[in-house]
């Protein structure tokens, strides 16, 4: 049986595509190759040249065009936040889900959105609520009740404070620190190691110990 052949949609035997075949794209595959929860995994990109050669062992690559033409479950390996967004959007059809890392702690009273990847060593608390698509990476901490909007993404070893409110499509640079109970607006960048003391209420890039607007 061909490759194609096999990605049909059976309960029995499930099949993922990852769309970003880029770095991102092989970590959140070998986290979801662990969770074992998926016969197949595949993976594809819009970049043709990501779409041949080897990628990690257990995942084939899979043209595009073969990938546009599958219902299975899908998830959107991209760590840019608008590429995420605007690649979600190209697969209305399909089911969008989300992979954990089995070394991951989601605590059980927290919400979770379709699509979201949850990396190794990274926290999610009681109460915590993670908008669609977003990223928790490696060793990022959202503390109890913090709340993200669709499409953020924090980078490896950032720290929410508690009741932290992120609008859509933040990005949470490494190692940035905000503290509990602060506001972020849609469309901020926080560049990395930044202290968030204060409310980040405009669009843009913010950076420094305490955060100030770069751009
Ligand atoms: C903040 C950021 C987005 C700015 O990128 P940029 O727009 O390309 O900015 P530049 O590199 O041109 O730097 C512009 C200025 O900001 C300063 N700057 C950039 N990043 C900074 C940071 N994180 N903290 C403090 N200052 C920073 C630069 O030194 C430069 O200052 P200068 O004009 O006095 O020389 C980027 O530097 C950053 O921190 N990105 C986050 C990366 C990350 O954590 N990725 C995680 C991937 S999983």
């Known amino acids: 049986m061909t490759l194609t052949h096999s990605l049909r949609s059976d309960p029995a035997s499930p099949v ?12 959140v595959a070998d986290a979801a190759l ?3 929860s998926w016969s197949t995994i595949v993976v594809s990109d819009r970049d043709p040249a990501r779409c041949v050669g080897p990628f990690l062992q257990g995942v084939d ?13 899908v998830h959107i390996a991209i760590g840019d936040n608008a590429a995420r967004e605007w690649e ?10 989300s992979v954990l890392h089995p070394f991951a ?24 609520q993670v908008g669609m698509a977003c990223i928790v990476n ?6 109890h009740d913090a709340q993200l909007g669709a499409f953020c993404h924090v980078a490896p070893l950032a720290t929410l404070g508690g009741e932290v409110i992120l609008g859509q499509r933040v990005m949470v640079g490494a190692g940035v620190n905000i503290l509990p109970g602060m506001r972020v607006t849609d469309d901020v960048v926080i560049g990395a190691g930044a202290v968030v003391r204060s409310d980040l209420l405009e669009p843009g890039t913010y950076v420094g110990v305490p955060a100030r607007r770069l751009k």
């Open 61 to 73: 690559r899979i043209d595009l065009a073969i990938a546009r033409s599958l219902t299975v479950s």
């Open 138 to 143: 490696h060793g990022a901490v959202v503390d």
């Open 88 to 97: 979600a959007s190209c697969f209305p059809t399909c089911h969008l889900v």
């Open 16 to 27: 993922l595509l990852l769309f970003g075949a880029g770095g991102h794209g092989r970590v």
């Open 105 to 128: 702690s989601v605590s059980q009273f927290s919400q979770l959105g379709a699509g979201c990847f949850v990396a190794a060593g990274a926290v999610l608390a009681t109460g915590a």
């Open 34 to 36: 662990l969770t074992k």
